[in-house]
């Protein structure tokens, strides 16, 4: 009989999770939907949960907890920026949660979130929304078979329920 494969690097896993803060409060699932497909070793997903998924099966069920600092990352104490939304595309379909690109004073470009809306100012915060928070995950893996070339290139699965170019 074959090895059952493990969940490692260049493997595409497929898991059904439930993502809770620390109060049981649901803060999104896979539930009545595909399961959530990823390339393991390439940061689809929080760093914390990727190492507490390595070494598992098809069947397992996994309980994770991650800390912020291997989650979103800690809350920074900076406060939420007012921007003109004419700094934002005519037809940006902007909405609160939005990941939005911003450029920093030597052109790097860094990913903020959208706060808040008026009719003349987006709020955007440099916190990710789950900044600071204590992921509670239980996750069952699907299925696992190892990534194709394109896909470590891409450094993401492709497929139905994936990526779409
Ligand atoms: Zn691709």
Do not use: C
Not at 63 to 70: M, S
Not at 133 to 145: A, G, M, N, P, S
Not at 147 to 162: F, L
């Amino acid at each position: 009989m074959a090895k059952a494969a493990a969940v490692a690097d260049g493997m595409v896993v497929s898991v059904h999770y439930t993502l809770k803060t620390e109060d049981g409060e649901v803060i999104d699932s896979s539930d009545g939907d595909e399961p959530l497909m990823y390339l393991h070793g390439a940061g689809n997903i929080v760093p914390g949960l990727e190492k507490q998924l390595a070494g598992h099966a098809v069947g397992d069920r996994v309980k994770a907890v991650v800390e912020p600092e291997d989650g979103y990352g800690e809350h920074s104490g900076d406060e939420p920026q007012m921007v003109p939304r004419t700094s934002f595309p005519e037809d940006a379909d902007l909405y609160e949660g939005m990941e939005v690109m911003a450029q920093g004073p030597d052109g790097e470009m860094y990913p903020m979130w959208v706060v808040g809306l008026t009719d003349e100012h987006v709020l955007v915060d440099e916190n990710h929304p789950l900044a600071g928070v204590t992921l509670h995950f239980d996750v069952q893996v699907t299925e696992i078979r190892e990534a194709t070339k394109e896909e470590i290139a891409h450094g993401h699965p492709h497929g139905p329920g994936a990526h779409a170019h």
